[in-house]
């Protein structure tokens, strides 16, 4: 299979993720690692809007970027925030355990959807509800890595509405996609 620009986009994302965790965990640059991973996360996620403008535009929609662009979101933004949980209940610098373990649970319920929907030979891709969540994902852990003192507030308001986005979604795509569990499709 040949690979077109926005498949291509996606899968620079992919390859993105190990550097993006090496320079935010591994203290060998000091405080420049973590801009360094800014930079490759806001890259990445800027990967993200490209393909998707560029598919659309060109009519380069295609079965592999509808499952693996969604994909490729859920790998850097639940990478970013598991290398940004904290324990604590409210974090001001950090992402609590709790809001990470609802993020990630919606994202493999829906994955797990996506898997039977292909069984049956359907390819479900992403709604509006869960494009606004992945934006409100990404602009939390850009906020959570830059944690500047003056945006504290600003962050968690966003980490918020990314929470009720994540649930939002998840009961969008689950009334919309109940065929898939029913059978019926």
Do not use: H
């Given at each position: ?22 320079f ?7 405080d ?54 904290s ?35 359907t ?26 003192d ?36």
């Open positions: 299979m040949k690979m077109n620009l926005p498949n291509k986009l996606t899968m620079l994302r992919v390859f993105l993720i190990p550097f993006f965790v090496f935010l965990l591994v203290p060998v640059f000091g420049a690692g973590k801009w360094i991973a800014l930079g490759i996360f806001i890259a990445a996620s800027l990967t993200d809007l490209a393909d998707g403008k560029i598919a659309r535009k060109y009519n380069l929609i295609t079965d592999f970027g509808k499952f693996m662009d969604p994909l490729a979101d859920k790998l850097l933004v639940c990478s970013a925030m598991i290398c940004l949980t324990p604590e209940l409210w974090s001001p610098d950090r992402i609590p355990a709790w809001i990470v373990v609802i993020i990630i649970a919606r994202e493999f319920t829906i994955s797990g959807f996506r898997l039977i929907a292909a069984e049956k030979g390819v479900i891709a992403a709604g509006w509800w869960g494009k606004w969540k992945t934006t409100f994902q990404m602009i939390m852990v850009i906020l959570k890595i830059a944690d500047i003056s945006l504290r507030i600003v962050a968690n308001v966003v980490m918020v509405i990314a929470l009720i986005l994540t649930v939002v979604s998840l009961a969008d795509y689950l009334v919309k996609n109940r065929s898939v569990l029913d059978g019926e499709m």
